[in-house]
T-cell receptor, first 112, second 116 residues
Framework: EAQVTQNPRYLITVTGKKLTVTCSQN?????MSWYRQDPGLGLRQIYY???????DKGDVPEGYKVSRKEKRNFPLILESPSPNQTSLYFC???????????FGPGTRLTVL | AQKVTQAQTEISVVEKEDVTLDCVYE???????LFWYKQPPSGELVFLIR??????QNEISGRYSWNFQKSTSSFNFTITASQVVDSAVYFC?????????????FGKGTRLSVIA
């Protein structure tokens, strides 16, 4: 089944404790992206990747890192999480930037 | 800059009513793509439709239909004979074909409640 998977689905952590949210797709897509969804602010792009080893900042990259060492994986790293990073996070992938993006199930992160 | 406006924050209808969700977009690019996604209470984002700027033909898929009008920069979504399972937040989104790498821009969403 074609899909985007994210882990974990739910995470409660404390300020400053490094964490990684994994994202994997099995559709051989070149473009991958991370979004955060916040009430009243909608969905905003954090980082994106056009292909392996090619990543760039989206609209709200502060406090996040990403890597794209393999085509299928695009982890999101929070080196020192803060409470303002409490949010619902989505990973997405598509063939190219303007093609349909398919979203993972979401990761609900709470930073205390 | 690109912008998507979904003026209806919340809509409530009774089952079997028809409902239209409005989407107005702004872009200076001539080549762009419009999308609708559904976010049910379970939280995932489900793709519904993708339409390019050169195809103004309306689309129908079962009870769903979309009306794309470039003259008014609108891409409205109609659900015919709504059902309780249609209750969700619906997002309209826009991405342009340009020399930069501008992201998919989402509207703030319309929360649809269908009451039995």
């Amino acid at each position: 089944e074609a899909q985007v998977t994210q882990n974990p689905r739910y995470l409660i952590t404390v300020t400053g404790k490094k964490l990684t949210v994994t994202c994997s797709q099995n559709m051989n897509h070149e473009y991958m992206s991370w979004y955060r969804q916040d009430p009243g602010l909608g969905l905003r792009q954090i980082y994106y990747s056009m292909n392996v080893e090619v990543t760039d900042k989206g609209d709200v990259p502060e406090g996040y890192k990403v890597s794209r060492k393999e085509k299928r994986n695009f982890p999101l790293i929070l080196e020192s999480p803060s409470p303002n990073q409490t949010s619902l996070y989505f990973c997405a992938s598509s063939l190219g930037r303007t093609d349909t993006q398919y979203f993972g199930p979401g990761t609900r992160l709470t930073v205390l | 800059a690109q912008k998507v406006t979904q003026a209806q924050t919340e809509i409530s209808v009774v089952e079997k009513e028809d409902v239209t969700l409005d989407c107005v977009y702004e872009t200076r690019d001539t080549t762009y793509y419009l999308f609708w996604y559904k976010q049910p209470p379970s939280g995932e984002l489900v793709f519904l439709i993708r339409r390019n700027s050169f195809d103004e033909q309306n689309e129908i898929s079962g009870r769903y239909s979309w009306n794309f009008q470039k003259s008014t920069s609108s891409f409205n979504f109609t659900i015919t004979a709504s059902q309780v399972v249609d209750s969700a937040v619906y997002f309209c989104a826009l991405i342009t074909w340009n020399s930069g790498n501008t992201p998919l821009v989402f509207g703030k969403g319309t929360r649809l409640s269908v009451i039995a």
